[in-house]
């Protein structure tokens, strides 16, 4: 799973906080392993339903407009075989 060409990461150490391309990059891996298979990410709250701050921020599952909980269910039907 590679990130789009319009992905952006915010680095702390960048003055400012400016936003620099994470187009490429891996987000995760998914492959077979011995008699399974495996998937493993670098981040985990795209698979997480989370509410932050005092503006009720929403993130991962919760966010609006993205496809995370399909690609939790992808993820699970990939695993048990159900998608090969």
Same mark, same amino acid.
């Given at each position: 799973?590679?990130?789009?060409?319009?992905a952006?990461?915010? $680095?702390?150490? @960048?003055?400012?906080? #400016? =936003?620099?391309?994470? /187009?490429?990059?891996?987000?995760?891996?998914?492959f077979? !392993? %011995?008699?399974? $298979?495996?998937? @493993?990410?670098?981040? #985990? =709250?795209?698979?997480? /339903?989370?509410?932050?701050?005092?503006?009720?921020?929403? !993130? %991962?599952?919760? $966010?609006?407009?993205?496809?995370?909980?399909?690609?939790?269910?992808?993820?699970?039907?990939?695993?048990?075989?159900?998608?090969?």
């Amino acid at each position: 799973m590679n990130l789009p060409p319009g992905a952006t990461t915010v $680095r702390v150490q @960048v003055p400012e906080n #400016a =936003a620099i391309s994470a /187009a490429g990059r891996a987000q995760g891996i998914a492959f077979n !392993f %011995g008699k399974g $298979r495996a998937v @493993v990410f670098g981040e #985990a =709250a795209m698979l997480s /339903a989370q509410v932050t701050g005092p503006n009720g921020m929403k !993130f %991962g599952m919760n $966010r609006p407009g993205i496809d995370n909980r399909q690609l939790a269910l992808n993820i699970m039907h990939w695993l048990s075989g159900l998608l090969k």
